[in-house]
């Protein structure tokens, strides 16, 4: 079992920056992807961006040159930093965890989820 914990949602005005962060704890493996992902009113929820064990990363369109993913491999987190926020970004952004072995998904792990409200 995963435990993940999330912070850093919030309220920020359009064009602000907003830091989520997650904490992993329990059964992590050693090659493991970490990412976000968010879901809107009324809309299935969608990648954001993932960063896997090595370093890795990979974004939405929607989100490159704005959103920047990074993790803490000794500390088992993984930060998203939002910039130039928008209004359609407006959504609940969900951590999430896999544990990956010989290529394939084992588990599958996902935090509460944390509001990000992008309004003036």
């Known amino acids: 079992q995963v435990q993940l914990v999330e912070s850093g949602g919030g309220l920020v005005q359009p064009g602000g920056s907003l830091r989520l962060s997650c904490a992993a704890s329990?059964?992590?493996?050693?090659?493991?992807?970490m990412g976000w992902y968010r879901q809107a009113p009324g809309k299935q929820r969608e990648l954001v961006a993932n960063?896997?064990?090595?370093?890795?990363?990979n974004y939405a369109d929607s989100v490159k040159g704005r959103f920047t993913i990074s993790r803490d491999n000794s500390k088992n987190t993984v930060s998203l930093q939002m910039n130039s926020l928008k209004s359609e970004d407006t959504a609940v952004y969900y951590c999430?965890?896999?544990?990956?072995?010989?290529?394939?998904?084992?588990?599958?792990?996902w935090g509460q989820g944390t509001q990000v409200t992008v309004s003036s």
């Open positions: 999430n965890v896999k544990n990956i072995v010989d290529l394939e998904i084992q588990s599958d792990y």
């Open positions: 329990g059964s992590i493996f050693s090659i493991n992807l």
């Open positions: 960063i896997i064990s090595g370093g890795v990363t």
